[in-house]
């Protein structure tokens, strides 16, 4: 599953990269496991009750993907 890496800032979100991860079980605990593959690479994650936007995305083309917020820097 391809997971977008997203830098959410005051005002502006900048996309910073993907990776792709196996996943499994249903959209929440793929978002879940997401959070914790994006945390490892070296990003701190933005969770969505503070402001980010952890969700799966579901695409007309059937491109689908994970978004997990990361705080700047």
Known sequence: MRVVIV???????????EIF???TGDEQGMVEQAQVAVAECGFRVMPND????????????????????????
Do not use: N, R
């Open 50 to 73: 503070e402001g980010g936007c952890c969700e799966f995305q579901a695409t007309c083309d059937g491109d689908s993907y994970i978004a997990i917020s990361v705080y700047p820097g």
């Open 7 to 17: 830098e959410a800032g005051e005002g502006y979100t900048t996309k910073l990269g």
């Open 21 to 23: 991860c196996g996943l």
